[in-house]
């Protein structure tokens, strides 16, 4: 059987592999020139450059890597010579022994992800999280796991036909990503593929207080052998679900006090809600889960305080690369001085601009005029670098104030990922509270 890989980065590279080790043939594009030459000695071929059909001559699979979009040449292309088309996660997944937790959303996926595994492996089952978390599904086939914890994005899921996990994880559902997908319609299509294949052996978990998420749920509820649904919520218990309940977390066969966890801000407490209602129904000891509760914080570039000066707070929250991340990250703050901007993705981020609780935008990348714009007069100052930005930042912003990083916007335009972007304006912070020039 050949294979025709799209992509060679992290996920391309991995299904190549699995599909040499499974005996197929396998050929890799990419439009960067040298792009997969390591895979020539492991008897991977390898096309890079510009397309051309004929690369598909014999293919009897794609696997599509994220960079290449639905109307993409390649992927337009094989579905018209008849060719199936797989995400790398479809691929992979077809070759594995163990079961499913698979977690998406436009928002959270990768905090539910790493706390559900956290909360698995403090009970002793062998479990990783995977997927578009950074560890391709494809690295791991083979290898022994009572269950993995899949973190799935839209594009991956586009891609899906049988993929099916026992466990789906759907957290909320924003407009994202509509330089990929031809619509947001599309988009939440996408997003539905997670429990296709369901039966009622299944289950799924939700945000019950997300109002993107309840069309899906409806139309969960109208099918036929629908999985279990389960609702949560970071704010109260819902009817049938878990959540906050008069000052305790409550979880299936758990009650913790509240004011254990890290953090009351409803949004971590949802994700870690979920994460623990996944865990719990794949053997996690509560134990577990309410240690894991107890002692988890979210990863870099997510809300993170940085620091404060003249009682100023500095908050990096890069990974908010959607306008519905980044108001969510605005509202939890009284009085915000608000850096953002960058590549929007075909999403209107002007309501950022508007925000009620921002005094001041500090409008950063391509997007900075749309921004401008939407603040009106006085309201906004655009900044070439991150540095610029934190230094207008601190000077707009008073004692009371958090000087808040949250883009709403992807950051190719000037950093190579939201981590660079972050990573940039914490160095900005320390150099200005050390009270360097920057």
């Not at 599909?19 to 390898?46: C, H, M, N």
């Not at 099916?164 to 939440?188: E, F, G, Q, R």
């Not at 870690?272 to 794949?282: F, K, N, Q, S, W």
């Not at 690369?321 to 953002?340: E, M, R």
Request: negative net charge.
């Amino acid at each position: 059987m050949r294979l025709l890989v799209l992509g060679a980065a992290v996920s391309g590279t991995a299904a190549a592999r699995l599909a040499k080790r499974l005996g197929y043939s396998v050929t890799v594009f990419d439009r960067q020139p040298g792009a997969g030459t390591e895979l020539i000695g492991e008897g991977i071929g390898t096309v890079t450059g510009g397309w051309e059909p004929d690369a598909l001559t014999g293919i009897d699979l794609v696997v599509a890597s994220p960079g290449f979009p639905l109307r993409s040449a390649p992927i337009t292309d094989a579905r018209e010579y008849g060719v199936p088309v797989w995400s790398e996660v479809e691929f992979a997944w077809r070759h594995l022994k163990a079961p499913v937790i698979a977690v998406t959303g436009t928002n959270g996926k990768t905090t539910v992800t790493e706390a559900a595994a956290a909360m698995l492996a403090a009970s002793g089952t062998t479990t990783a999280a995977v997927g578009n978390i950074g560890t391709p599904l494809s690295s791991v086939v083979g290898e022994d796991f009572d269950v993995l914890v899949v973190e799935v994005s839209s594009f991956q899921l586009e891609f899906t036909e049988l993929f099916h996990p026992h466990t789906a994880v759907l957290m909320n559902l924003a407009p994202d990503h509509l330089d990929w997908h031809p619509s947001y319609t599309a988009y939440a299509a996408s997003k539905a593929k997670l429990f296709a294949n369901q039966t009622e052996d299944d289950l799924v978990v939700f945000d019950n207080d997300d109002p993107g998420l309840q069309p899906l749920v409806k139309t969960l509820r109208g099918r036929g052998q629908s999985p279990r649904l389960w609702p949560v919520s970071g704010r109260e218990r819902p009817a049938g679900g878990s959540g906050p309940s008069a000052g305790t977390l409550q979880l299936p066969g758990l009650t913790m006090p509240l004011a254990d966890l890290t953090s009351s801000n409803p949004t971590l407490v949802v994700d870690l809600v979920a994460a623990g209602v996944a865990a719990i129904e794949h053997g996690a000891h509560t134990e577990a889960v309410a240690e894991v509760c107890r002692s988890f914080r979210p990863g870099r570039h997510r809300r993170t305080q940085i620091g404060g000066k003249d009682g100023v707070a500095f908050v990096d929250d890069s990974k908010a690369t959607n306008p519905h991340a980044a108001l969510a990250s605005i509202a939890s703050f009284p009085s915000v001085v608000l850096i953002a901007g960058g590549v929007a993705k075909g999403l209107d981020i002007t309501p950022l601009a508007r925000a009620g609780n921002v005094r001041h935008v500090v409008a950063i990348g391509e997007s900075a005029p749309a921004l401008i714009g939407a603040a009106g007069p006085g309201r906004a100052t655009r900044a070439d670098s991150m540095v610029e930005a934190v230094e207008v930042a601190a000077r707009m912003a008073r004692p009371g104030d958090t000087v808040l990083l949250a883009p709403g916007c992807a950051s190719f335009d000037m950093f190579e990922s939201y981590g660079a972007r972050g990573a940039a304006f914490c160095d900005a912070v320390s150099s200005l509270i050390k009270g360097g020039s920057g």
